[in-house]
């Protein structure tokens, strides 16, 4: 027969501003467990949830097959705590957490208007090149005519 479990998790190694909590809770409300996820200022990704022991052991087992690169630390809670259903996120300071998201995406797109900027400046040697090419082509065509027309004189 399985038992119901409580735990509290802490999870590290690069969690945070990759969206791990979507996948933290999409597993909890997939194993039907009670609790809820959120981002602690050290860096960590919490974790408190309650279910059926075996719910409790695939949970964990999701999150490191999905994440392997995750260090999970699981603490077995005792006492009977009552937890939100269905799990879920905890978010806390929307503003910060928002406007560092905002600043990764710019930072992003900065370094993206960079490479197309070296794009063009490419695309312009490139079409400066092809010009210099297409000029050279026709003085080449027209080199014989020249050089009679040299001879003659």
């Known amino acids: 027969m399985n038992n119901i479990k409580n735990i509290q998790a802490t999870i590290t ?3 945070q501003m990759v969206g ?3 996948i933290v809770e999409a597993f909890g ?7 809820f996820v959120f981002n602690d200022v050290d860096g960590s990704v919490k974790v408190m949830a309650g279910g059926l022991e075996s719910a409790i052991s695939g949970f964990i087992q999701d999150l490191k097959v999905k994440r392997p690169d995750t260090k999970i630390e699981t603490i077995e809670i005792q006492e009977d705590i009552a ?9 806390s300071d929307d503003i910060r957490e928002m406007s560092e998201r905002f600043d990764t995406g710019i930072g ?10 070296n794009l063009d400046t490419m695309s312009a040697k490139l079409d400066i090149t ?11 065509e027209t080199l014989p005519e020249r050089i009679a027309e040299a001879m003659k004189k």
Do not use: T
């Open 13 to 15: 190694n690069h969690v």
């Open 20 to 22: 791990y909590r979507e």
């Open 29 to 35: 409300k997939e194993r039907g467990l009670k609790g």
């Open 83 to 91: 937890l939100p259903s269905p799990f879920g996120r905890v978010v």
């Open 108 to 117: 992003i797109l900065g370094e993206m208007n960079i490479k197309l900027g």
């Open 130 to 140: 092809n010009n210099s090419i297409n000029m050279l082509g026709d003085k080449i």
